[in-house]
Each structure stands twice: as structure tokens, then as C-alpha cells.
């Protein structure tokens, strides 16, 4: 087909003539109101804090359109002034906010959503002129969605006093969203975090403010208590000073890993909820069966939307070898018509860059997995001279190493690989340290529902791609970032579960001064891969009574017996998480079972250990954790929402891999067993490190778990110190999670060392919990140690 011509409107060829040539005009979308808005701010913008804007400040910034560059507006650069204002303001918001009936929070979420449809033409030109996407996008897509978000936690706040009884706003939200998707992420953050009952500090991206500033405006309309949203425009030392500030109960982020990173480093120690929404390297698996001319069009979506700038765009195609030569060419076609020009085009493919820098950010890429033996395409199309463009673009014959299969482009770059089996596929997906998205093509939808499976990320789109909605959750595993955004889940982030913690943890102190150790030498060893294995380094720990004699010895475990308990869990972890919740609660039932048997020898340990009256009643409800662990284990079950699309999704529950758990001295045989029995439930493998004051409590379960069918490497234990330890599962790559009952300095270092890789943590900073409360029966802990997989399935015809 011949590269499509523009015809002027008042030079139109005959219907005939289009219809043979498919030749097209242009659709160009009326911005006059949004510049009208624009010029009754023309001394600049202020923020939003307590219900009013301020007045412009003294420090402005320009916010530019990047289809032509020219400026729109300035804004205000915030200060550390109008950040402690904003969270005085939020603070002093949230108790009333909180307070206010769920009917009365449903009302205002209900009022901002008829308020964003009623504004919805004008909010998507505005995102138009500042962010640079396509106007078919902000308004078919995006504004649409901020309206859903809206309406649908307006349904979750009017409930959630019966959804999840129990449950306490986190208080004050400090929340730092990205350029690609100006108004949709603040509904993302925004609509969850008020329908809990917190108040909010949002910063837009200092590239595309405008729309956010709107949505303030609107808000102030419709009535919205003063203080519960304000908004601080400004770069990333705005954002760091949102992050580090201490009236902020939790930090919710969407933008790049090494960011994330940075966010997680700053925060530990200081006792705040994170959420994470990081970068991606989605895979676009490709089979030979698939329906090729959809698939072609399902990538073109997947990696071209919003001009590729999305963190789970496809950006690596996989296709499987005997339909890659024909795909490829299919796409290659497909892209020679593309067109790319003003946003403002209703018939335009492809919009502008956000920025000059993300420009020469992308085409840097471009060099770099060129200069590494890629072999880049570009189609010869038009691309507009002024602005910020950049064609699409195919790089073949890469390998794994490249930059760009590596890295996250954040552009309209595809990478293009083969893959001969399903097997292969599966492990080129996964080879990546990012896991948000996936989508994969094929009529057989076994084959399909199969792969989903294997690949490690938080959403899967099956014969489809960039699927969204309010009622579905969306976040990633691995570096991609933790917490889920939407649904139940998405809601769940912004509570606090009702832990029952009972105040500072007390350090277990023996009465006297040790005494001689016993005759008879009865040293337990570590447990690792199924096995009792001797502590590398050689060394012992005197394990004391209550009274302060030596009645025991154990291991002085070290870093290589935390590495040896690593493999053996990640080689346990894929049939463990395979078996059937079934197969898996026989197993804790026997494990129970062979407990009660010991029941007296373990009353009597504990007696001897710490001097409890109640050690009977320890034992007995550690054998009940397991029995409620076994129950849970075939019943902890997912989800199916049905999203207002022709498709539905499964949100299936996954374990989150391999867990390190890290229990405290308070209840230590039942805190231990509370803890695995949940864990394991759930589908992980563990390395859990004793009580340093207690570990025989633990030890003493080797031989019951030798007697259980407990398959070799699922548990793992390993004896010695607390703080050593701890560092060294923080700093594993291949710990996927932390439990950590331990001091507030132990704390704080963990989370430094575990923002590095992006561990999810569970840290008692010094706190004790009541481990007989009610709640850890029910399936608290094992929501805490999986990650929620969304599965888009196509529905219908």
C-alpha cells in the first residue's frame, strides 16, 4: 500500500477515490478551552494545600508542550515550607476524614467521578498538551478509566466497614506519580487511598502537572473536606522530601526501578507502608498458532500506546521460530502506514515523546543496542521535525545480553528473539530482573493458560494486551516493584491489617550466670535441603535455661549457611508451589499430628527454656496454627472479576518464592510455628533463623519434620545471630521475602540492604505481637507471603 497523503478538507477527492486509495484527512480536536483555562493562569500556578491554591511562587518552572514546545504554563516549584504545610494540613484532615461514615466518603468519590465525566473532553486535551499522547488515547482510554476508578472505590468505601471489618486507615499518604499517565495514576493512587479513609500529598511529574491541578480544582467544587487532597507541584527533591518526611504513615510510588530503590533505602527504618510500581520488560510470547494478523495488532498496542512510554509495554517479542519470518514482515508492513504527528489528530497512530530528554534518552538506547550487534529498523514514514518524536522501532538479531532486551527503553523500541519450545519461551521471559507484565498468543488456550503460569509477573494478558480496569489488580513481582493497584488488593494497601501488637518486644534475660554445660554432648546442627548439616563455620552457640544454666548447644550459622539453605529452597520451591493445596495440607496435618505426639517433650523444653506456666497451652495452639495452616492451604483461593470488557479475569494467589523468616523470643515455639505453617501453606520454601535466645524450640522440630513428609529443601533452619543473619538474607538476591521480628536497628539495616533488590519485608521494628490472637487462624499471613497474578482471558466472541 502506498504511503497514505493528507487531503485538505476543502480539496476532497470523491468517495470512490478514498475508498480506493484509503486516503484520509485530517481530525483535528478543538483545544481553545483548555488554552483559554491556561491563559486565565498566565502570572502561573500555585499548589493546592487545605482546600485553596496558593499563589504562584517565587520559583517557577515551565511546563512545555512536547508535541512543538511551546510553553503552557509555569509552575510552582514547592519548598520544604509548602511540603510540611501540605502534611499539616493532611494530618489535621485525616482524623474527621476517617471518621466520616463510609456512605459520606462514597458520596464525595462519587461526586469527583460525575465531576471527571462531566469534564471529561476538556481533561483529555489538557493531558494531551502536556504529556503529548494521541487525543483518541486520552479520551477512549485514559479519562474514561479515571472516572471507573472513581466510581468503583466510591462501591469499596460505601463497604468497607463489612469488606474488611477491622481494618484502620494508614493516615496520611504521601503519593509521587509519573508523566506517562498524568490524571490516570492520580485516580490509581488518589481514589483507593480516600475511600480507606487517609488523607493524601500528591506530587504530579514535574513534566505534566497541569491535569492534576485541574482535578484539584474540581475537587474544591464539589466540596471536599479542606486537607484531605493537596497537591505540591515541583522535580524529585519535592518528591524526596514527601519520602523522608516524618508525618507521612506511607509512600506510594509508580516510576522507574532505580528510583524505587532509592525510595525503599530512605524509608526503612522509619516504619511506613511502601508500595512500589516500578519499571518493566514485558515479554510478547508469540506461539505458531496464533491468529497472526490479531497478533500483529495487539503488538502495535502493546508497545506503540502512549508512544511506548509504559511500564508494562510488550517490549520483547518471543516468537516461536516457524512464524517469525512471516510476523515480522506482517509487522514491518503494518508500521510503513503508521502515522505520527500532532496528538491533537484524531488520526494519528502515535503522538510525541514527553520531553526533550526522554528523546535522547531512547535514541541513546537505540545507539547502544546497536553498537552490541543489534540491527535496527525503522519504518520510512514521516516523524515531524519539531518536537518530541521518535519513529518506532524493530531491533533484531539481539541477544540476552543487549542493552535493550536488559533495560527498560521507555519508548517505541521492540526487540525481537525466537524461542523453538514452550520451555524456552518460559525461560527467556523470566530471564529478566523486572516481572510486571506479560502477553501471550495462541488458539490454544491450555497452551496459553499453561505459560501464564510460568512467568513470573503480576499481570498476564492472554490473546490481548494493556488491558485495565478499576476492579483488577495490577503490580509486579521481582524489581518490578510490590503492592497491587485496583481491586480488593489495591484497597488492602491502604489499611492497616489489625495486627495485635502488644508494645516493645522484652529481651529474654536468663537469672544467673552460666553454669558447667552437661556431660553429654547433644549439639543439634542446622537443617538444610532435608538433611541435619554441621554449621560451616565450626562453631557453637551455649544455649541458657531460664534459671541460667547451659542446657544446650547450637550452630553458629554463617553466610554460607544461609547460601547452602538458599539452593536447597530454590530447588524445593517449583514443586512445592506445584503441589496441590490438597497434597500440601496432608502434609502440615501430619506435621501436626507428629507434633502432639512430642507434646510433653516440648512443654518441657519450653518450661526449662523460659520459665512458663503456660507451656502447655503453647504447644497445644502451635499444633492448632498447623491444623488451621492445613485448612487454609486448599481453600486459600483467588478470584474471577468481570471488568466492564469482553473479557474476565483470574486473580490467582502465588507464593512469592522463597521466604526468609526471622522469629522473635516472644512465644518461640508458637511464633515459629505460626509462621511456617502460613508460609509454607502458601507455596513458599523458607530459611527461617530461630529465636537467638530460644533456638532448641526449633531445633527439636528436625526430627518431627523427618517424620512428616516434609519434602527436603521446603524448610530450611539455620542457628546463630540474629543481626548477622538477617543481613545476610537482606542482602540474598534470591530471598524473595523477609519476615523480621527483631530490634529497630536490625530493622532498619535489613530494609537498607533489601531496598537494593526490592525484598518485600515484614519487620516488627522492636514490637511484640500477641501470636495467640484469633487472626492467625484466619489467612492474614498467607496473603503476606503471596503476590496476586491477574490473568485477562478472552470472554465471548
Known sequence: MPAATIIPWGNMASIPDILDTMDYGPAPEDASFAYEWLDRHAEGFGHFINGRFTKPGKTLFESRNPANGKRLANLTQAAKADVNKAVKAAREAQPAWAALPGHERAKHLYALARSVQKESRFLAVLDTLDNGKPIRETRDIDIPLVARHFYHHAGWAQIMASALPGAEPLGVCGQIIPWNFPLLMLAWKVAPALAAGNTVVLKPAEYTSLSALYFAQLAQEVGLP????????????????????????????????????????????????????????????????????????????????????????????????????????????????????????????????????????????????????????????????????????????????????????????????????????????????????????????????????????????????????????????????????????????????????????????????????????????????????????????????????????????????????????????????????????????????????????FEARLEALTGSSSAAAEVSLSIARLFSAAAWADKFDGAVHSPPKQNITLAVNEPQGVLGLVCPDDAPLLSVMTMTAAAIAAGNTLITVPSQRYPLLATDMIQVLETSDVPAGVLNIVTGETAALTKTLAEHDAIDGLWLHADKDTCRDAEQAGAMNVKRMWCSYGQALDWTDPIFDGDALLRLGSEVKTIWLPYGE
Open 226 to 601: 479542606k486537607g484531605v487532597l493537596n497537591i505540591l507541584t515541583g522535580d524529585g527533591s519535592v518528591g524526596e522530601m514527601i519520602v523522608s518526611h516524618p508525618g507521612i504513615d506511607k509512600i506510594a510510588f509508580t516510576g522507574s526501578t532505580e528510583v524505587g530503590k532509592r525510595i525503599a533505602a530512605t524509608t526503612a527504618g522509619m516504619g511506613k507502608k511502601l508500595g512500589l510500581e516500578l519499571g518493566g520488560k514485558s515479554p510478547y510470547i508469540v506461539f505458531d498458532d496464533a491468529d497472526l494478523d490479531s497478533t500483529v495488532e495487539g503488538l502495535i498496542d502493546a508497545i506503540f500506546f502512549n508512544q511506548g512510554e509504559v511500564c508494562c509495554a510488550g517490549s520483547r517479542l518471543l516468537v516461536q521460530e516457524g512464524v517469525a519470518e512471516t510476523l515480522s514482515q506482517k509487522l514491518k508492513t503494518r508500521l510503513s502506514s503508521f502515522r505520527i504527528g500532532d496528538p491533537l489528530d484524531k488520526c494519528i497512530d502515535m503522538g510525541a515523546l514527553a520531553d526533550p530528554v526522554q528523546v535522547e534518552r531512547v535514541k541513546s538506547l537505540i545507539t547502544a543496542a546497536s553498537q552490541e550487534g543489534a540491527e535496527a529498523w525503522h519504518p520510512g514514514i514521516s516523524v515531524p521535525e519539531r518536537g518530541c518524536y521518535v519513529a518506532p522501532t524493530l531491533l533484531e538479531n539481539v541477544d540476552q545480553s543487549n542493552i535493550a532486551v536488559r533495560e527498560e527503553v521507555f519508548g517505541p523500541v521492540l526487540t525481537i528473539q525466537t524461542f523453538r519450545t514452550l520451555n524456552e519461551a518460559a525461560t527467556l521471559a523470566n530471564n529478566t530482573r523486572y516481572g510486571l507484565a506479560a502477553s501471550i498468543w495462541s488458539e490454544n488456550i491450555g497452551r496459553c493458560l499453561d505459560m501464564a503460569g510460568r512467568i513470573k509477573a503480576g499481570v498476564i494478558w492472554i490473546n490481548t494486551a494493556n488491558q485495565f480496569d478499576a476492579a483488577v489488580g495490577f503490580g509486579g513481582y521481582k524489581e518490578s516493584g510490590f503492592g497491587r493497584e485496583g481491586g480488593l488488593e489495591g484497597l488492602r494497601a491502604y489499611v492497616q491489617e489489625p495486627w495485635p501488637w502488644t508494645g516493645p518486644a522484652q529481651v529474654a534475660k536468663p537469672k544467673s550466670r552460666e553454669t558447667s554445660p552437661p556431660n553429654i554432648d547433644q549439639t543439634p546442627k542446622n537443617y538444610i535441603g532435608g538433611k541435619q548439616v554441621r554449621p560451616d563455620g565450626g562453631r557453637t552457640r551455649a544455649v541458657l535455661s531460664a534459671g541460667g544454666e547451659i542446657i544446650g548447644r547450637v550452630g553458629d550459622g554463617n553466610r554460607k549457611d544461609i547460601r547452602n539453605a538458599v539452593e536447597a529452597a530454590l530447588k524445593a520451591q517449583p514443586g512445592w508451589a506445584a503441589m496441590t493445596g490438597h497434597s500440601k495440607a496432608q502434609i502440615l496435618y501430619y506435621l501436626g499430628e507428629n507434633l502432639s505426639q512430642r507434646a510433653s517433650d
